[in-house]
């Protein structure tokens, strides 16, 4: 099975400080995905890659960046975290089948509480 | 922009009864893809169409695609506690290397005795 793994399950930052959220998956999937998801607004996404090295701005990639250095590890990177990007962060990976599928498999999730 | 609407947004079931919810875009796209996501776990995929017409069953559960009515619809039959979760359907905007999925906002499906 694919695995998606997320190093942080549950995390508590102060306002103004530097966050990274790591997210690894283990079977050579090209495509990376972070999405958050907030109670009555479903999935938004934040950035995507399809390559090493490769990023691309989902709806919503206001205050976030992200790295992706080897094709198995993408980063999301808040600079300086804010109240409002408290939630849960959903990381997930993908490739395209001969049929043009692309389905996602999603790590557990981080929830982040910024305070 | 692509918009994912799904509705109702939340679905109280009587246990044995049949139901269906809907899933409409408002884009050209022939991939859709159903996800459930059961209380404080993640995402898992549930179905995946990818023509007009398109439909997979997977127990209780059946999945239709009409690409020119842009909509989806997930078919319960007799509900049972165990299909209670959240309903996600996604839709693919761009076909290729580059494709991205837009979520809607989900259905919590809660089935009562």
């Known amino acids: 099975d694919v695995k998606v793994t997320q190093s942080s399950r549950y995390l508590v930052k102060r306002t103004g400080e530097k966050v990274f959220l790591e997210c690894v998956q283990d079977m050579d999937h090209e495509n990376m995905f972070w999405y958050r998801q907030d109670p009555g607004l479903g999935l938004r996404l934040i950035y995507f890659?399809?390559?090493?090295?490769?990023?691309e701005k989902g709806d919503i990639p206001e205050g976030y960046s992200v790295s992706r250095e080897k094709k198995e590890r993408f980063s999301l990177i808040l600079e300086s975290a804010s109240t409002n990007q408290t939630s849960m962060y959903l990381c997930?990976?993908?490739?395209?089948?001969?049929?043009?599928?692309?389905?996602?498999?999603f790590g557990a999730g981080s929830r982040l509480t910024v305070l | 922009e692509l918009k994912v609407e799904q509705n109702p947004l939340f679905l109280s079931m009587q246990e044995g009864k049949n139901y269906t919810i809907y899933c409409n875009y408002s884009t050209t796209s022939d991939r859709l893809y159903w996800y459930r996501q059961d209380p404080g776990k993640s995402l898992e995929s549930l179905f995946v169409l990818l023509s007009n017409g398109a439909v997979k069953q997977e127990g209780r559960l059946m999945a239709s695609l009409d690409t020119k009515a842009r909509l989806s619809t997930l078919h319960i039959t007799a509900a049972v506690h165990d299909l209670s979760a959240t309903y996600f359907c996604a839709v693919d905007m761009d076909t290729g290397a580059n494709s991205k999925l837009t979520f809607g906002k989900g259905i919590t499906l809660s089935v009562r005795p």
């Open positions: 890659s399809y390559d090493v090295k490769m990023k």
């Open positions: 997930a990976s993908s490739f395209l089948t001969g049929s043009g599928a692309n389905v996602l498999t």
